[in-house]
């Protein structure tokens, strides 16, 4: 198989492409080659790698002038007109087209645990100056209307691949390493939120299985990447997350601040972010087992020599609301 992918150097694009590459694929990387420049580099490991350099900000796809691939992965697909060049670039020089988009283009509210992938989805917004401003307002309308768009030039060689929260090596978001590094310090753990919430996230080793199964198999159709396999809690995964780095830890419940931050894996109204990966799973998703992501993230993130995170809480902050929390229960 030759791949195209559009992106390719940075988290899940690097997990999609290291994949393709296992199976023994050929891999075209399309970008700026600002990010990753190093990765699949000659004398890395990494063979049948092509680079070639454009720019989506400035409409420069003159490299994907010339070629056929039989497929393509466009992780960089954020609005519509990245996505629209890209495919009149391309044109009919590839196979399948396959688009990675976002839970975000749910509608928030009406929306039952376990949803599908035929849930309403909300509606697609196009106009430049909403699109390219993208934030919880606009981002999943702009994914919708990439969606719909690609669907609209390729039909049954288009498919959809719909991420949950993903976690892994390279994380840049520090989503799920706050919490691992956060439990790998042990003692007692703040957290605004109820313990029992349900959380979903997916190893992006998974959802790199699931993009190459699909382009294999050549399948058409919408697709769920959520994990782990089996259901878990906001609490029991930072206990796995102590349980794999060794160390013991209390949960305790703090209220939320008034003006807290987007704390991690904290979703207020879960129940309707709860979304079903049966499809997926018929599909080939691979199930990577909770302890082994914690695992890799937690030796990655040592590895790089554990770098200042920017979610959660600071630990001096954590401290004085455990304190306060403490004061707060005695006086009680």
Known sequence: MHLLVLGGTSFVGRAIVEEALRTGAEVTLFGRGRTGADLFREGTGATGV????GDRDTGDYAALRDGHWDAVVDVSGYVPRHVGQAMDAIGDRCGRYLFISSHAVYRRSGVEPGSDEDTPRRTPVRDVHSTE?????TYGPAKVACEDDVLARYGTRATVVRPGKVAGPHDPSDTFTYWVRRAAR????????????????IDSRDLAGLVVRLLTDDRPGVFHAVGPAEPTTLGGLIETCARVAGTEVEIVQVPPEAGARMFPLVRPNWPTQQRSSARARAAGLPATPLEVTAADVLAWDRERGEPPIHRGYPVQEEEALLARTAEGITAG
């Open 50 to 53: 092509t680079r070639l350099i």
């Open 133 to 137: 401003l993208l934030d919880k307002d």
């Open 186 to 201: 042990g003692g007692r753990i703040a957290l605004p939120a109820d313990p029992a919430q349900p959380v979903q996230i």
